[in-house]
């Protein structure tokens, strides 16, 4: 289980995360939902120690976050929001670099790389330089890589963006299987019924607080009728934009 407490995160003047607190169960597909700037790659930043909260507590499977960091990022696999790093690495090389920092053996990830690579269609490029490939291309890197060590807790920032519809497919296959072997899987999306379809729990994030954390079948129930769209919208969305579109329909900016 992961337990935040009280988590905090200023950047200068913004606070990005005000007082979080949240339990995430093993065992299920957890979502993190949140308009731009909410706060969400700051939660999952925070949890993989990429940044420092400025208060606050992380506790992974009863381990203290800031008393046992490095056991605890070697149960993690994470994909950052952008893919563009490394980009004068190839794939390969790139791999070969996570796969040492997990200290995972040549011949012991030999297999499980290949099977990844097929699956992803990856494998005309893997002596490629990461950036020369386009952007899905890109981002089925990072994710072959993140899956790489086999890590019990997947952290996956936005991961279908950019995915052709058959990486996304088998992506998605991937995470309820590994939720179903009784590890986590904590993603981010903007894609609701990408969140409908895959998530046992939510948590949204509107700037910076907690404003639902529950099961997504509770969520549902609340409206029936209703699918989490137009629920999340309710919750963390604008009235009066449909307003604002017919408005600029009749707008003409060359007059
Ligand atoms: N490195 C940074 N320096 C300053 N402010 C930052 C930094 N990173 C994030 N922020 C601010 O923190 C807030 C939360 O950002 P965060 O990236 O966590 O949002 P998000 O929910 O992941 O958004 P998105 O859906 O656009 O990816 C925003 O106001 C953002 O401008």
């Not at 996570?98 to 269609?121: C, H």
Request: hydrophobic fraction near 40%; charge should be negative; charged fraction near 25%.
């Amino acid at each position: 289980m992961i337990q935040f407490d009280h988590l905090r995160k200023t950047y200068g003047n913004t606070e990005a995360l005000k007082d979080l607190s949240l339990k995430i169960p093993d065992g299920e597909i957890f979502g993190f939902l949140g308009h731009n700037g909410a706060g969400k790659s700051t939660t999952l930043k925070s949890l993989v120690s990429i940044i420092e909260p400025t208060a606050g507590t992380i506790q992974v499977d009863g381990l203290s976050l800031e008393e046992q960091r490095l056991a605890i990022k070697r149960k993690i696999g994470y994909v950052p929001d952008s893919p563009d790093i490394f980009l004068e690495l190839t794939a390969n090389d790139y791999w070969d670099l996570l796969s040492s920092a997990y200290q995972i053996p040549k011949e012991s990830r030999e297999q499980r790389q290949t099977k990844l690579v097929n699956l992803f269609d990856m494998q005309d490029h893997v002596d490629q330089p990461i950036g020369e490939f386009s952007h899905g291309m890109r981002q089925k890197t990072i994710i072959i890589g993140a899956l790489l060590p086999d890590p019990d807790i997947w952290v996956l920032d936005e991961p279908m963006t950019g995915l052709d519809p058959q990486a996304a497919y088998d992506l998605k296959q991937l995470m309820k299987a590994h939720a179903a072997k009784g590890k986590t899987v904590i993603f981010s999306t903007h894609v609701l019924a990408t969140a409908q379809e895959l998530c046992d729990e939510l948590a949204i994030l509107r700037h910076g607080e907690l404003i639902y954390n529950g099961s997504v079948k509770q969520l549902l129930a609340t409206v029936p009728g209703d699918n989490l769209e137009t629920i999340y919208l309710k919750m963390a969305g604008r009235s009066g934009d449909d307003q604002v579109i017919g408005s600029l329909e009749g707008d003409d900016p060359h007059v």
